[in-house]
């Protein structure tokens, strides 16, 4: 159960004088006002011929003082206080005490009335409710409130009853005791000043009736040094119309079993409905940490946000808090003072939103927890980085070559590249010809260049690959979107026309060219061709007479590889066919011959064919020979060759050509030296 040891009551009973009540009308925000009155009363009211019976006098309007307390005695005979006298019919009003009046709201009831028995005992009621409350007005003028009385209000008994409105103290108050006083109301904020505390902790407790049996706890002061003067603290009304504070001596006082004083769970958690054997954030109990001094409130938190490149500069922010329980938060930006600049409000939720202001560019933002204690908890801080970009991104086509956005080409497929000098997220194209529309084709990004000095990524090079074209107008609308969001899109006009493709295709053989010997029974043959929707054939004619045709692959850059043709013993007769996609042919005729003499590679394992250099290895029947392999030397030892850093062609296809050189021929490296040994 909790003591009390000095309580001190503002605005909190009906016999509290005017200035009390005046203050209560602050706290609820409530203006005071006097309001009309009479000067002549019904003569068969009830509350009249009481009232006058007890010496009260009448009080004309304008005798009313600006500030007063009015109580309103109603017809079921129940006394209601109110600040302010209520607005409507005139009534006759009373003086009972300095400041302090009574209201006839009963509306004439007669004196007396024989014949109804319901009647005479409601107005004898009302007669009593009159003179109780004449007398306890009265009884208020003394310093002491009797026990009764004070426990009839949830008070001490034996308790110094303060009569101080905001301004200004009667008599009877004491100055140098505990006393609240109000300053001002404002903005949803009550203003109030704790004077003569002592170094103790000082609980500030609420209720908005009287007749309600429990305080509720508002806010706890911490007084340090000399408090002989005056702490201020403010109380926030919310919806409250009226509202009743006090003030007690919180040193010492526990519930619930506990050790822990209530104080100290107040001053950690905003609450005392906790336990010693509660844990603290960081597994302790809180009875430990209360006997070692240890705040038991530690924080520890995370930023979360969806993007650190931005559109807005309102942003929203997650907070991902893992140990304690926060109660305030503040939020910076671009300030490198923030801890002691910090404006900290109460923490509501998770969710927050940061406004980085209306500048372009990178913005430090700071986010703070704090407990519920106020100086006694060691703020915890979190840093976030976050660019803030209004700027949609430039798009530059590099291929196909256009001329303010328009080209013709003869080929029905095409690889459109370019790059941004912003970091793009994505890129995506729709494409509208004779044939249809298609929309959201995805593009791709193949490398971005990232800045050391800011420490991001910036220029980015993209393509959208294999793009069909029908014969006439092709439109084509990138779209792209860099990291913050922000959208572009570029139309590109490309007409497809055949008329210019009056030339067979053009074909560059990359391997076997004519006269060359080949080691091995089959082989692959490799070359170029300049439509990469060209239809490409091979033909192999043996020594022995034996005829192969098969048809080859051309990919998207224009290489075709016609792959696994059969090589027969002997000179062997290739012809090549190539046919566009115009209908134009172009055939290539070439022999090759086998090799006298065996070459084998062992094969790389997968996982190395994407490394720039391999090591590669293998065999050679001929000893004597000097054997190269993309432009490295081998060396061979009792037939067995080895090559290191060989390296691989880009793209995804590992490509190794080996040519051997007899014993005189030069060499690439411009020697005619053997390549045996180690």
């Given at each position: 159960m909790?003591?009390?040891k000095s309580?001190?009551l503002v605005g909190?009973?009906l016999?509290v004088?005017l200035?009390?009540l005046?203050?209560?009308a602050?706290l609820s925000?409530q203006a ?9 009363a ?5 509350v009249?011929?009481t009232a006058?019976a ?5 009080v004309a309007?304008a005798?009313?003082?600006d500030?007063?307390?009015?109580w309103?005695m109603?017809?079921?005979g129940?006394?209601?206080p109110?600040p302010f006298?209520?607005?409507g019919?005139?009534?006759?009003i009373?003086q009972m005490?300095?400041g302090?009046?009574?209201?006839d ?7 007396t ?6 009647i005479?005992?409601a107005l004898?009621?009302q007669?009593?409710a009159?003179v ?8 208020a003028q003394v310093a002491q409130l009797?026990?009764d009385?004070?426990?009839?209000f949830?008070?001490d008994?034996?308790?110094d009853l303060?009569?101080?409105d905001?301004?200004s103290?009667?008599?009877?108050y004491?100055?140098?005791?505990l006393w609240?006083?109000?300053?001002n109301?404002?903005n ?5 000043n704790?004077?003569n505390?002592?170094?103790f902790v000082?609980?500030?407790l609420?209720k908005t009736?009287?007749?309600d049996?429990?305080?509720n ?10 408090q ?12 409250r119309q009226t509202?009743f504070l ?7 006082v526990?519930e619930n ?6 104080w100290?769970?107040?001053?950690y958690f ?7 054997t509660n844990?603290d ?5 809180l009875?430990?940490d ?5 705040d038991p409130n530690v ?5 979360e ?6 559109t807005?500069?309102n ?6 808090v893992?140990?304690g ?13 923030y801890?002691?600049?910090?404006t900290w409000?109460d923490?509501?939720s998770?969710n927050l939103?940061v406004?980085l202001?209306?500048?372009?560019g990178?913005?430090d933002v ?11 908890n060691a703020?915890?801080?979190q840093?976030?980085r976050l660019k803030?970009n ?6 530059i086509i ?7 956005g328009?080209?013709?080409v ?6 459109i ?10 890129v995506?194209?729709?494409?509208s010809?004779?044939?249809?529309v298609?929309?959201?084709?995805s593009?791709?990004i193949?490398?971005?260049t990232y ?15 294999d ?7 092709n439109?084509?609308?990138l779209?792209?979107?860099d990291t913050?969001?922000n959208t572009?899109?570029t ?6 026309d055949?008329s210019?493709?009056?030339n ?5 053989l990359?391997w076997?060219?004519n006269g ?6 089959s ?5 170029w ?5 060209a ?6 004619v043996?020594?022995d ?17 016609v ?7 002997g ?11 115009a209908?134009?042919?172009?055939t ?5 011959s ?5 070459v084998t ?9 994407w490394?720039k250099k ?5 065999t050679?029947?001929d000893?004597?020979?000097?054997l190269?392999i993309?432009?490295?030397r081998?060396?061979v030892t ?7 850093n ?7 296809t590992a ?5 051997c050189?007899s014993?005189?021929e030069r060499?690439p490296?411009g ?8």
């Amino acid at each position: 159960m909790k003591t009390f040891k000095s309580v001190l009551l503002v605005g909190s009973a009906l016999f509290v004088s005017l200035n009390l009540l005046h203050a209560q009308a602050l706290l609820s925000g409530q203006a005071v006002q006097a309001g009309g009155a009479v000067t002549a009363a019904p003569q068969d009211s009830i509350v009249q011929v009481t009232a006058e019976a007890q010496g009260l006098q009448l009080v004309a309007p304008a005798d009313l003082p600006d500030n007063g307390t009015y109580w309103l005695m109603t017809t079921n005979g129940q006394p209601l206080p109110l600040p302010f006298l209520p607005p409507g019919p005139d009534f006759p009003i009373y003086q009972m005490s300095d400041g302090i009046f009574l209201v006839d709201e009963t509306g004439g009831q007669v004196a007396t009335n024989e014949n109804n028995s319901t009647i005479e005992s409601a107005l004898a009621a009302q007669a009593d409710a009159v003179v109780s409350l004449i007398n306890q007005v009265q009884d208020a003028q003394v310093a002491q409130l009797s026990s009764d009385l004070a426990m009839a209000f949830g008070l001490d008994a034996g308790m110094d009853l303060m009569m101080a409105d905001s301004f200004s103290m009667a008599s009877s108050y004491d100055p140098a005791g505990l006393w609240l006083e109000i300053t001002n109301v404002a903005n949803g904020w009550s203003y109030c000043n704790l004077h003569n505390g002592t170094n103790f902790v000082y609980a500030i407790l609420s209720k908005t009736n009287l007749t309600d049996a429990t305080w509720n706890v508002e806010t706890e002061l911490f007084p340090t040094g000399d408090q002989t003067n005056v702490m201020p603290f403010a109380v926030q009304n919310f919806d409250r119309q009226t509202l009743f504070l006090r003030a007690l001596d919180w040193t010492g006082v526990t519930e619930n079993g506990n050790t822990t004083p209530d104080w100290w769970l107040w001053q950690y958690f905003g609450t005392t409905a906790l336990s010693d054997t509660n844990l603290d954030s960081q597994g302790n109990t809180l009875l430990s940490d209360y006997q070692n001094g240890t705040d038991p409130n530690v924080l520890q938190f995370s930023i979360e946000v969806t993007n650190n490149y931005v559109t807005s500069m309102n942003v929203p922010v997650s907070l991902n808090v893992f140990a304690g329980v926060p109660s305030y938060v503040a939020v910076s930006v671009d300030d490198p003072n923030y801890s002691a600049d910090a404006t900290w409000t109460d923490y509501v939720s998770s969710n927050l939103n940061v406004n980085l202001g209306m500048a372009s560019g990178w913005h430090d933002v700071w986010i703070g927890l704090r407990g519920h204690a106020d100086g006694t908890n060691a703020a915890a801080w979190q840093y976030e980085r976050l660019k803030l970009n209004y700027t949609s991104p430039l798009l530059i086509i590099t291929n196909p070559v256009m001329t303010a956005g328009v080209a013709t080409v003869s080929v029905p497929l095409v690889q459109i590249n370019g790059y941004s000098p912003s970091a793009l997220a994505n890129v995506t194209y729709d494409l509208s010809n004779a044939v249809g529309v298609v929309t959201g084709q995805s593009g791709g990004i193949t490398d971005q260049t990232y800045d050391t000095n800011t420490w991001e990524f910036t220029t980015t090079s993209f393509e959208a690959v294999d793009v069909p074209l029908a014969v006439g107008l092709n439109v084509i609308s990138l779209h792209a979107t860099d990291t913050a969001g922000n959208t572009t899109t570029t139309n590109l006009n490309l007409t497809l026309d055949y008329s210019s493709r009056t030339n067979p295709p053009a074909v560059q053989l990359f391997w076997p060219k004519n006269g060359e010997q080949i080691s091995g029974s089959s082989f692959n043959w490799r070359g170029w061709v300049d439509d990469p929707l060209a239809k490409v054939s091979a033909q192999i004619v043996g020594a022995d007479g034996s005829t192969n045709t098969l048809n080859g692959l051309v990919e998207r850059n224009g290489n075709f590889w016609v792959e696994n043709l059969p090589m027969p013993n002997g000179t062997n007769s290739l012809t090549l066919t190539v046919t566009d996609s115009a209908g134009e042919i172009a055939t290539t005729n070439i022999t090759v011959s086998t090799c006298p003499f065996t070459v084998t590679m062992t094969p790389i394992p997968d996982d190395q064919l994407w490394n720039k250099k391999v090591t590669a290895t293998g065999t050679i029947s001929d000893s004597s020979q000097s054997l190269w392999i993309n432009g490295m030397r081998a060396y061979v030892t009792n037939n067995v060759w080895t090559a290191t850093n060989v390296p691989t062609t880009e793209g995804g296809t590992a490509i190794f050509n080996i040519t051997c050189y007899s014993s005189g021929e030069r060499l690439p490296d411009g020697t005619t030296n053997n390549a045996t040994g180690n």
